[in-house]
């Protein structure tokens, strides 16, 4: 994997996937401080764009630093801008996932100027300060009575809900993250154990991280197009939250892609990128 350094030295990763000339979209993985090898090619998307798919420092196969408080989220914002110089690009689209949509409204409110088109994928809300309560989950959660799983993953997110979460409550709330929860999804959320920094989940959003003010107020008068795509189905970004993300930026489409969760890409390939590509274009 090509490699640039961060301002502080950490010695950063990214993936480069695809053969195209032009532009390239620069992805940013969610978790927080997840291995980003779980974007896998975002269904197919380098066949229309070129990739570059960043790894979080202590993530994937970026460094670890010397300072574990560069894993706060408004910090991490310099190592985004220092993969923008290192790629030479004067302007870049942007795609980020889940929690890395904070990493990127963040970036878009210190380097407006430098994002072209934003697409903001089943969106973290913690930036703009939009908070997800177990009603909006449950919400979303009552589409899915008739699986046959429906049962004991909605016992298990009551006992995640109340604080009295067993660990075994972690794994049997996993079918509510994707629109089917066949062998493919059951992977996914199998791999998922090796993929994360926990230590370094704790501090991107720690104290300080957000100022949920001054970034409203900087998303408010970005004329940037963006795109926010939420699941139908996604129990962790519920589409009528992220619709309250969407009406902050000026020049915002909100899609709602039918069946699918937290990671659209996996639930319908085709629909995912034909709606990412539409815009993109």
């Known amino acids: 994997m090509p490699t640039l350094m961060a301002p502080d030295g950490t010695e950063l990763a990214y993936r480069v996937l695809g053969e195209h000339t032009g532009a390239p979209l620069v992805c940013l993985p969610g978790g927080p401080m997840r291995d980003s090898v779980y ?37 991490l914002v310099g190592d985004v801008e220092a993969l923008r110089g290192h790629l030479g690009l004067d302007r870049m689209d942007l795609l980020a996932h889940s929690a890395a949509a904070n990493l990127a409204v963040r970036y878009a409110e210190q380097y407006p100027h430098r994002v072209g088109r934003l697409v903001l994928v089943t969106p973290g809300t913690d930036a703009v300060g939009v908070d997800v309560n177990g009603d909006d989950r449950r919400e ?76 409203r107020a900087a998303l408010a008068a970005l004329d940037t197009p963006v795109l926010v795509l939420a699941g139908e189905f996604d129990l962790a970004s519920p589409p009528q939250v992220t619709a309250r993300l969407a009406a902050m930026f000026p020049r915002a489409e909100f899609v709602v892609q039918p069946g699918a969760g937290h990671y659209p890409w996996l639930d319908d390939a085709d629909r995912f990128v034909s709606t990412t590509v539409r815009f993109l274009n």
Do not use: K, M
């Open 39 to 75: 974007l896998g090619d975002l269904g197919g998307l380098p066949a229309h764009r070129r990739l570059i798919v960043a790894d979080q420092r202590g993530a994937g196969l970026s460094a670890t630093p010397q300072d574990p408080a560069s894993y706060r989220c408004d910090r």
């Open 140 to 215: 979303v959660a009552r589409l899915r009575t008739d699986e046959p799983w429906y049962a004991a993953a909605s016992a298990a997110f009551d006992a995640i809900d109340a604080g009295e979460a067993a660990a075994d409550d972690w794994v049997a709330v996993a079918p509510f993250l994707y629109g089917r929860w066949d062998g493919t999804a059951r992977a996914h959320r199998a791999a998922e154990e090796v993929q994360w920094n926990a230590a370094a989940a704790e501090v991107f959003g720690s104290q300080g991280a957000f100022d949920p003010d001054a970034t």
